[in-house]
């Protein structure tokens, strides 16, 4: 009798808990089939990581603060995490920025050439009175009044860096300046490496549509979108079970939680708790994985042993392969014919990761604003040829508490007395460990030393009454340039060598974002072959 079917899920970041629970809720109805999750950390989630604060100032005032070390908020765009805001009812715990408000509108750029911050300007009149006008207008007209050239076709997997790219069409300056800082901000990484295909795939597509030009394709893809609304096309059914997610993001342009994005991962993680059907694993990581009599078989560091037929890896692409080289050399392999090693798989080790350190600081209330009503700033490649090392390397700031304010706690009769302030530098990426280091004396004093430059005080900052530092190593991969062949090779490997039981996902195979992973998860455990 063939064994009876079982999933297991390797890996409790997002991925892997929406892999786990779509698939728990695709076989809700079929009885008797197991799905395991295992985590080899305390706790699941991934980088998502979010800590209520209590802070109190000199004269008294205290709150309690949402302090977030991973990623901070969510696009509406994302239909997986609305499905998931509908399913485990997190609705009522949504708060929002509308599209209109100071933090979606005001981007700011930290420039060599300027003083304190520049605003990136969004609408016609605003470019016409900016100091980035130059670079703009130019970029712009050259991208539009481009011949027919190269284009990255979408059925070629010809690829360049994005560095490349934005030259190409809007000249040098654009690509260093507005190129770098947004792929700062994004992947933490240095444009020149990454691949465009993977990174702005909508970007090669309008350089298509446009016959060469990114600009003529958006103009293109903007009439045409007026066309399609104004004859009424309705789009193609939505598969996703949405319930009021999608008219609880109308005018939105990002959102979170009361308590922050650990809401969702948090709520995710009881769900596939509850289930019946799933068993959770944590703080036991996976040491070997092989094929026994047909089915997958994993050890853990512990010592268990997990069958099942079906596999999803939903880990990082580089712990992937220490685990299949250990298997390959680990001594079970003798246990007889039936234990076979899993073929290595390729590509696994082809791209790097960036690591961030991330550093919430707090200030008390005080009569001048500490910085100006906006997202924050990035922080564009320091020059044409790279990055120092032995600097702190910081690659942008976010002002948290212009976005969702409402996340934080104050008592009850706080009158005249102000809100602290919040703000979160990102150092490290393509710059390496911050220097002076995090852990050093020297280095609080730098931060500040920078921060006041870049927010173009005259007077120091006050003193934060909170500083907390986090360090997330290779918390980011870099889809390097020609990631999207190799990974139609790696799929198309597991494929061949795992066989249809098996899927390789997470965001080491596609997308980074928070949305990106929702889906990856989701399409495993609605495509695997059960
Ligand atoms: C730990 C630092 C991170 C940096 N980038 C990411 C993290 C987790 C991941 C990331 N950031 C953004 C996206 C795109 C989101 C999407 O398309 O849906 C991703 C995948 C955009 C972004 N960057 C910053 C913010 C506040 C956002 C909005 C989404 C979010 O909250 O993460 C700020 C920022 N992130 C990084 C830097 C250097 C930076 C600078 C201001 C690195």
Redesign the pocket.
């Known amino acids: 009798m063939p064994p009876s079917k079982s999933v297991t899920v390797v890996g409790g970041g997002i991925t892997g808990l929406s892999a786990a629970l779509h698939l728990s809720r695709r076989l809700a109805a079929r009885s008797g089939i197991r799905i395991n999750l295992i985590e080899r950390s305390e706790r699941t989630g991934g ?1 998502v990581c979010s800590e209520r604060v209590h802070v109190k100032d000199r004269n008294g005032l205290e709150a309690g603060l949402l302090l ?8 509406p ?2 239909n997986g995490v609305l499905e998931l805001i509908h399913l485990l009812g997190l609705s009522h715990l949504v708060l929002t920025v509308p599209r209109s408000a100071p933090a979606a509108r005001n981007r700011f750029l930290r420039l060599p050439t300027a003083d304190g911050l520049t605003t990136i300007p969004t609408s016609l009149p605003s470019l016409l009175v900016s100091p980035l006008a130059k670079v703009l207008i130019p970029a712009v007209s050259r991208d539009a009044l481009q011949r027919r050239g190269k284009v990255l076709s979408a059925d070629s997997l010809e690829d360049e860096s994005v560095d490349a790219f934005l030259t190409r069409h809007f000249g040098t300056d654009f690509a260093q300046m507005f190129g770098s800082a947004l792929v ?5 990484t240095d444009s020149r490496i990454l691949s465009m295909r993977a990174a702005f795939p909508v970007l090669c597509q309008l350089e298509e549509s446009g016959s060469g030009s990114v600009v003529r394709g958006a103009i293109a893809e903007a009439l045409s979108q007026k066309r399609r609304s104004q004859s009424n096309v309705v789009a193609a059914a939505e598969p996703y079970d949405l319930g009021d997610g999608a008219s609880l993001m109308n005018g939105v342009s ?1 959102y ?1 939680f009361r308590d922050g ?1 650990q809401t969702l991962t948090d709520a995710m993680t009881r769900r596939v708790r509850e289930q019946a059907s799933v068993d959770v694993l944590q703080c036991d990581g996976v040491r070997t994985l092989k094929k026994v009599d047909g089915q997958f078989e994993l050890t853990t560091e512990s010592g268990k042993r997990i069958a099942s037929t079906h596999l999803v890896a939903a880990l990082p692409l580089p712990h992937l392969h220490r685990i299949l080289e250990d298997s390959t050399s680990s001594r079970s392999n003798n246990e007889g014919p039936q234990h076979t090693a899993l073929p290595p798989l390729p590509h696994l080790l082809a791209n790097p990761s ?1 690591s ?1 350190t ?1 550093v919430n600081l707090v200030f008390p209330p005080s009569a001048t604003p500490i910085h100006p009503a906006g ?5 564009p490649r320091p020059s044409a040829t790279g990055y120092p090392t032995s600097s702190l390397g910081m ?4 002002f948290d508490s212009s ?1 969702l304010s409402a996340q934080d706690h104050y008592p009850a009769g706080n009158g005249g007395e102000g809100t602290f302030t919040k703000i ?4 490290g ?1 393509p710059y390496g460990t911050p220097s002076p280091a995090p852990s050093s004396s020297a280095f609080l004093p730098a931060l500040m030393k920078a921060l006041e430059a870049h927010l173009g005080r005259r007077e120091p900052l006050p003193e934060p009454c909170l500083v907390r530092v986090r360090e ?1 190593r290779d ?2 991969p870099t889809p390097t340039v020609g990631h999207v062949a190799r990974m139609r090779e790696l799929a198309a490997a597991v494929a061949e060598r795992w066989g249809p039981n098996a899927a390789v996902i997470g965001a080491g195979v596609g ?6 992973c929702v889906e990856s998860g989701r399409r495993a455990a609605y495509e695997l072959s059960l």
Request: glycine share 16%; hydrophobic share 45%.
């Open positions: 980088w977030e070390s991973g990623p901070r908020t969510l696009r765009t994302s700062h901000g994004i992947y933490a990002v979170s994005m960036s961030v991330v997202f924050g700033y990035l922080i690659l942008g700031t976010v976005a979160t530098v990102m150092l990426g997330h918390c980011i997308g980074v974002s928070i949305g990106d």
